[in-house]
């Protein structure tokens, strides 16, 4: 690894909209992708007519640069869809800072959005891209499965043990999207619940896998010396990384399902870009990529909020709930939320935003100085991986 | 002389009591014993492969020149089946391809024209493999007794453990069973007919003149591998050829696999060789349309074939299923389909492409570092090499499981689908479903075997590749 660059406290973000996520049946992406940009646009007092630029994050509900020009008619601007699987939302907003850092726009928009509940099924689309169909059948809660599985048997833990583990994660994800107004699933759960929902892939049940829901969000982003022009809370960018995984646990035998390396070194390499040394300590709130709970518990070790194979304990003790030392998930997570694909990123960076403006109502974390987004995009064998701080 | 240098068999995991279809039809008739069904992703081609990697065990596999598929149920009516065994064998590129088809007598035709073809020089060593997985309709008779199962046998002139002494066949042209290009199950005229103007007609003098050109009698023979649709007519007829039953007759295995069709005669041969001792006389008869039968003799290598599941070893691993499961695995009750979308999309090119790799379960071994890899790379996935790889077989490495799951969601015609990060103990991971596994049994570190099956059929292209079994017996 080489040493990092990057472009800490050069960016701003002077506005951002997030539509209500949930099983939109009476909305097109279009019209999602209208409502959190009109947010957006509102939240930094500017006119569309601003933005000099702008990237699409979806996975699969659009194409190309259209699917933003037309909905927001945007004026014969630069457009640039992004696809990179689940952290194609925070790498449309990476591309736009950057594209502002480099000094060839004064102002970008960036955009995620995904209509998941057109598609008539459970679950995300059919992921399977190799054209000789010559694979395992395999679907995200059953390649996640097997973190779980071997998480449980390298820490000792048995089925039991593990399952309350990743159970309790879900039941404070839950709990927090109780307070939040722009969650899908809005309803507390008990632990008896969670243990004794069906299963989807053993050993995760109901409870321990994400949503599917539709929603986009939008992030309008200008240099940092200007920021303060537009508002006086702006909220600073201060690392955007993304790490790919070769595909080398699908190949590699030494490769045991217990951490994702691609989160570990998108993670090593933030911390760097943000001069940030104890993680644990520094980081005032994270809102992780919990497309199932073993994925989120696996995630706190991987980006040192837990030391390796004790995040059990941290767990237990809240550490990572509302009024913990390192709140996880202040939003509710995806686990509230849902997961539409394209959007999630710029939803996480929507609640660190807000909390770092001490917007978040009931949500409000006290001292919300520095907030990380995390998204893994695939499976744990092959994955990209995005990590992001911004604070103030 | 052409002879067998080495035998297997197959017989799948899954049995049927037929106590249970009788009673989901309320039929009257109580029918004893189990019949074998392979499972959803398995069929004649599969269960084929099958029956070869068992009688290849230990054996060269560059040494086969020629391979023989012999079935009624070819998952294909036109296109080769045999370069689908042959490409999952891994089998030279020079192998003749054959198949056989449209009779029961099919598997000992093409047992028969292997000898031939060694005898006549024009090969030097034949794998012979037939299969069978013929339906017959619900509810009826040939449900009943059909069952699923394969044998495989090595036809050399050197290194033959059984000789082949000689033949006779006969044909008639009859209609006593078939199946039309219009139908999907056997169809039969009445029982009464098929028994006094087929089999009793025709078996028992064909088995005379055979044995006769061998200047042999029935006394002669040790064991005879006689083709029967059911036990019933089989003892009558080997009465009447002048055998005893209990002494000279191999079991057809109707009470626990049932009838195989054209693998029938082959894989009650196997049995019987498991069981041979130098110098037995031995006798291989299939039936319909007319009757081959072989008069064979076991020779000192006999002993030598060791390490065979064949059919003792396949016969004492089983699971019996309800009937409904087999009705959803054959299509013929329509049921919910799974919540997930279906596969549909294939790209020939793509399957082409991955003509040898994907059927042969051929992966690739770094030269520079030495880590097998599969599916086939460019660049090595630990030193990042590029192009410096030499193939590297995974289909007979050993192999444990490192994590698994059992996935509800999967779209699959048989819940929960099981995957598994399997490794291989000489390098290399390759993540697998697995099938024929009881789910609670599944457990991490636990050692498995690769099993050639169907993954998917879309555009009516029937698509292979391979998953994973516990250890089977």
């Known amino acids: 690894m080489g040493s990092v660059k990057g472009i800490r406290d050069k960016i701003a973000i002077i506005g951002m909209g997030c539509s209500k996520f949930g099983e939109h049946w009476d909305k097109s992406k ?53 696809e990179n699987a689940c952290a194609s939302g925070s790498d449309a907003f990476r591309n736009a800072c950057y594209a502002v850092a480099s000094g060839a726009y004064d102002m970008c928009l960036a955009v995620g959005f995904e209509k998941l509940k057109d598609s008539g099924y459970s679950g995300l689309p059919d992921q399977q891209s190799l054209p000789s169909n010559r694979y395992p059948d395999r679907t ?28 309790m994660v879900s039941v404070k994800s839950h709990y927090n999207g109780t307070l939040n107004p722009k969650a899908h699933l809005r309803r507390e759960v008990k632990i008896e619940q969670v243990l004794n929902a069906p299963i989807i892939a053993w050993p995760l049940g109901l409870f321990d896998c994400c949503g599917v829901s539709d929603g986009a969000a939008a992030a309008i982003v200008v240099r940092a010396e200007d920021a303060k022009n537009f508002r006086p809370d702006p909220v600073y960018v201060k690392a955007l990384q993304i790490s790919v995984c070769p595909s080398e646990g699908e190949l590699r035998a030494d490769y045991d399902f217990t951490t994702v390396k691609a989160t570990v070194r998108a993670g090593q390499m933030a911390y760097e870009e943000a001069g940030i040394k104890n993680p644990r ?14 994925t989120e518990a696996v995630t706190c070790e991987d980006l040192e909020f837990s030391p390796k194979g004790k995040v059990k304990e941290d767990i237990e003790s809240g550490f990572f709930n509302l009024d913990g030392g390192l709140p996880v998930q202040p939003d509710g997570g995806l686990k509230s939320f849902g997961h539409p694909i394209g959007a999630s990123g710029l939803r996480m960076l929507y609640e660190m935003y807000l909390q770092c403006q001490g917007r978040a109502d009931k949500r409000q974390i006290k001292d919300a100085r520095l907030g990380l987004t995390h998204n893994l995009g695939g499976i744990p064998i092959s994955n990209t991986v995005s990590v992001l701080i911004i604070g103030l | ?28 008739i109580p029918i004893p014993g189990e019949k074998a069904v392979a499972s959803y992703d398995e069929d004649s081609i599969t269960m084929a492969v099958a029956a070869a990697r068992d009688c290849l065990t230990g054996q060269d ?25 042959a490409g999952a064998l891994g089998l030279n590129k020079e192998t003749q391809t054959m198949d056989f088809g449209g009779s029961l007598r099919a598997g000992v035709n093409a047992l028969r024209a292997a000898a031939d073809a060694v005898d006549a020089g024009s090969a030097n060593c034949v ?12 509810k009826g008779d040939k449900e009943m007794s059909f069952g699923d199962g394969a044998a495989a046998l090595l036809i050399t002139k050197s290194d033959t453990a059984v000789y082949i002494l000689g033949g006779h066949s006969v044909y008639q042209e009859f209609h006593d069973l078939w199946r039309s290009d219009q139908d999907r199950f056997v169809k039969s005229w009445e029982e009464r007919f098929v028994r006094e103007a087929g089999y009793n007609r025709i078996v028992p003098p064909t088995v005379a ?54 693998a029938q005669p082959l894989m009650i041969l196997v049995a019987a060789l498991e069981d041979a001792k130098a110098g037995d006389k031995l006798m291989c008869v299939s039936y319909g349309d007319g009757c081959d039968a072989l008069v064979m003799q076991a020779g000192d290598k006999i002993d030598g074939i060791k390490d065979r599941r064949a059919i003792k070893r396949h016969l004492e691993s089983k699971m019996i299923i309800p009937y409904t499961r087999y009705l959803i695995w054959r299509g013929l009750v329509e049921t919910e389909p799974p919540p997930r979308p279906p596969i549909n999309h294939i790209s020939v090119p793509a399957l082409w492409r ?32 590029q192009d410096n790889f030499e193939t590297y077989d995974f289909a007979h490495k050993k192999a444990t499981v490192t994590a698994f799951s059992h996935d509800n969601l999967a779209a699959s015609i048989d819940p929960p689908s099981t995957i598994a990060a399997v490794d291989f103990e000489e390098g290399g991971r390759i993540i697998f479903n697995m099938v024929d596994r009881n789910p609670d049994d599944v457990k991490t570190g636990m050692p498995v075997e690769v099993s050639f099956r169907k993954v998917h059929f879309f555009e009516s292209i029937h698509n292979y590749w391979w998953k994973c079994t516990p250890i089977r017996c």
């Open chain 2, 127 to 138: 794998l012979v493999a037939a299969a069978d997985t013929r339906l017959g309709a619900p």
């Open chain 1, 281 to 294: 300590e520094e980081i005032s709130m994270a809102e992780l990529h919990d497309c199932f709970s073993i």
């Open chain 1, 30 to 82: 279009n019209d999602l992708i209208v409502e959190a940009t009109k947010e957006a646009i509102e939240d930094a007092k500017i006119e569309v007519k601003d933005i000099e630029a702008a990237w699409a994050g979806t996975w699969v509900s659009g194409f190309d640069g259209r699917c933003l020009a037309d909905p927001l008619k945007l004026q014969y601007i630069p457009v640039t869809r992004v």
């Open chain 2, 209 to 262: 003149a055979a044995l006769q050109k061998c200047n042999m009698t029935t006394a002669d023979v040790t064991k005879a591998a006689i083709y029967a649709p059911d036990p019933r007519l089989l003892g009558v007829a080997a009465g009447k050829m002048g055998f005893d039953p209990m002494a000279q007759i191999q079991d057809p295995l109707y009470m626990t696999v049932g009838n195989t069709g054209c």
């Open chain 2, 61 to 85: 596999l560059k040494k086969v020149d020629r391979i023989y598929f012999a079935s009624t149920t070819s998952p294909y009516r036109e296109k080769l089946a045999a370069t689908v065994v």
């Open chain 2, 1 to 28: 002389m052409a002879g067998i240098a080495s035998y297997g068999a197959y017989i799948p995991l899954y049995r049927l009591n037929r106590p249970d279809i009788q009673k989901a039809w309320d039929s009257m």
């Open chain 2, 354 to 385: 991955d003509r040898d790799h994907g059927l042969a379960l051929h992966g690739l071994k770094c030269k520079n570092c030495g880590t097998p890899q599969y599916p086939p790379q460019r660049v090595c996935v630990i030193c990042q090499t």
């Open chain 1, 140 to 167: 995200a809660p059953g390649m996640f499965a097997l973190m779980a599985t071997t998480y449980f048997s390298r820490y000792g833990l048995s089925p039991e043990e593990g399952k309350r583990m990743i159970g």
